[in-house]
């Protein structure tokens, strides 16, 4: 992570990854940026937050992490009059990182990946 400066509080937090653990998956729900550090400037958001949540879950024993799409994501059901710039926005942080760390799904459903020692059943 990269230290922003002069923020205050938060020290070091470059982002929060809301989950629920579900039938030992990970299902990640929430990317949120931190306010005192940033994934360095090559890193882009999405893909920081789902790669450093596949370690975790891989460390506290989930075999498989799961991811909403935007177009699936509960806060849009939620809230269905939010606006399109925000959905434009889940898209590209949430389907966009999964399908480049390799995730399986659609846009019309969700995500999913193996992690761990199952990791190797993962390829198709």
Request: aromatic share 12%; proline share 5%.
């Amino acid at each position: 992570y990269q230290e922003t400066p002069g923020r205050r509080g938060e020290y070091n937090l470059a982002a929060i990854v809301g989950f629920w653990a579900q039938n030992n998956a990970m299902l990640v729900s929430q990317m949120q940026p931190g306010r005192s550090a940033n994934f360095p400037s090559e890193v882009p958001f999405g893909v920081g937050c789902l790669r450093t949540a596949e370690s975790v879950a891989e460390r506290m024993g989930f075999n498989r992490i799961l991811v909403y799409s935007a177009k699936t994501h509960p806060m849009f059901k939620q809230y269905p009059n939010t606006g399109d710039a925000m959905k434009k926005e889940f898209a590209c942080v949430y389907d966009g990182s999964a399908k480049k760390l390799g995730y399986h799904g659609t846009r019309c459903s969700s995500y999913e990946k193996l992690v761990g020692n199952n990791s190797h059943l993962d390829a198709k």
